[in-house]
């Protein structure tokens, strides 16, 4: 590893400012958690110049909850805390249950709400700087290549997906996220907008500015009747990345679906709302036939690669699972 500068940010405005003085020779990074940061650093992938140390920032880790604005989860908050914190048990279970399944106890400690959203694919081909060495068309020689995880939807530009499961949740609960740029200046991003398919061009898979810091995630007060679960489908129980992640975010009225929202990760270069399963389920009698039905329609249009059309029914199968515990949550 190369060596590098660091530095300890004592404010929001200070690591704005040592963000903002680094360019393309000179790499600057924030690091919040540091477990994807070190993992990309002692790879190769990421070379930077000086790294800025987030965790010394205070007022970044506060959770609150309010009737009317929602929940509000600092950046620095760890994914262990999300995972326990009773106001996001309560109300937002589908998102606790992704913070509690994503990664292990260790690395749930120390990783941060901001950090995770923005760390970058785990493609094997991208961690193991493919991209940088190879020339040519990359994304068509993935295509042909080991490609048993990556996405069976949208994937004509890039095969890769986003990596963050609590993503998944949140797209799910229409959140947003707080971007703060020089001069304390701050812009709200849906989770929608915020993802951008992975592309190694850039340094990040976010509309993050290099002089922004993710600084909040904002999630809209739960309306009444509301109903959730969440499901991350992995090759074996213990900690891994999973094949597919869903969750289901209904609002009940009695047996009747009022509205849906339907999140699909890691099986398209961004969380994926089903519109096609929210479509079958929007004013109609919960039960197991009618969610068989919407699992049927999300996965109607999946493109699979050579490698992984496997991935097709297990997707299929977790909707159809994860829409009947939200409407029995
Ligand atoms: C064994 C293992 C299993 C895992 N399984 C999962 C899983 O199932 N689901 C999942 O989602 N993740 C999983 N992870 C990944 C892990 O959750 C992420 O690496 C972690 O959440 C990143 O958060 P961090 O705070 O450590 O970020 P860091 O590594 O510190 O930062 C990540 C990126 O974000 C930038 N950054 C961080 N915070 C900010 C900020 N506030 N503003 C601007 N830029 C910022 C950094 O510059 C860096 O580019 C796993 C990791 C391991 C090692």
Same mark, same amino acid.
């Given at each position: 590893?190369?060596?590098?500068?660091?530095?300890?940010?004592?404010?929001?405005?200070q690591a704005v400012s040592l963000l903002g003085e680094g360019n393309?020779?000179?790499?600057?990074?924030?690091?919040?958690?540091?477990?994807?940061?070190?993992?990309?650093?002692?790879?190769?992938?990421?070379?930077?110049?000086?790294?800025?140390?987030?965790?010394?920032?205070?007022?970044?880790?506060?959770?609150?909850?309010?009737?009317?604005?929602?929940?509000?989860?600092? #950046? +620095?908050?760890?994914? $262990?805390?999300?995972?326990?914190? &009773?106001? =996001? /048990?309560?109300?937002?279970? #589908? +998102?606790?249950?992704? $913070?509690?399944?994503?990664?292990? &106890?260790? =690395? /749930?400690?120390?990783?941060?709400?901001?950090?995770n959203l923005l760390q970058r694919p785990r493609c094997w081909y991208f961690r193991n700087d493919f991209f940088h060495q190879a020339s040519g068309d990359d994304v068509e020689r993935v295509r042909a290549g080991e490609n048993q995880y990556h996405a069976i939807f949208d994937n004509q530009r890039t095969v890769m997906v986003h990596a963050s499961t609590p993503a998944t949740a949140l797209v799910a609960y229409g959140a947003s996220v707080e971007l703060t740029g020089p001069g304390g200046k701050s812009r709200v991003v849906p989770m929608s907008t915020f993802l951008l398919p992975p592309d190694m061009k850039r340094p990040t898979d976010t509309m993050i500015a290099p002089n922004e810091l993710l600084t909040r995630v904002i999630i809209p007060a739960p309306a009444a009747g509301t109903k959730a679960a969440y499901h991350k489908q992995g090759e074996r129980e213990s900690y891994d990345w999973p094949i597919c992640d869903v969750a289901v975010v209904l609002q009940m009225d009695g047996k009747t679906v009022r509205q849906a929202s339907i999140a699909l990760g890691w099986?398209?270069?961004?969380?994926?709302?089903?519109?096609?399963?929210?479509?079958?389920?929007?004013?109609?009698?919960?039960?197991?036939?009618?969610a068989r039905q919407a699992a049927k329609a999300a996965v109607s249009g999946a493109t699979p690669l050579s490698k992984n059309a496997y991935k097709v029914p297990v997707l299929e199968t977790v909707i159809r699972r994860t829409v009947l515990a939200a409407a029995a949550a």
């Open positions: 590893m190369q060596s590098f500068e660091w530095v300890d940010a004592e404010s929001v405005e393309e020779r000179m790499p600057v990074v924030a690091k919040a958690g540091g477990m994807d940061l070190l993992d990309l650093m002692k790879g190769g992938v990421v070379i930077p110049h000086r790294v800025v140390n987030l965790k010394t920032i205070k007022g970044l880790d506060g959770v609150r909850f309010d009737a009317k604005q929602g929940l509000e989860l600092g #950046a +620095l908050v760890t994914l $262990a805390r999300v995972s326990r914190e &009773p106001e =996001v /048990r309560r109300r937002y279970v #589908a +998102l606790a249950d992704a $913070a509690e399944h994503a990664a292990t &106890p260790q =690395v /749930r400690n120390a990783a941060t709400m901001g950090g099986v398209a270069p961004t969380p994926r709302r089903s519109a096609e399963a929210e479509r079958v389920l929007v004013g109609k009698t919960l039960n197991e036939e009618l």
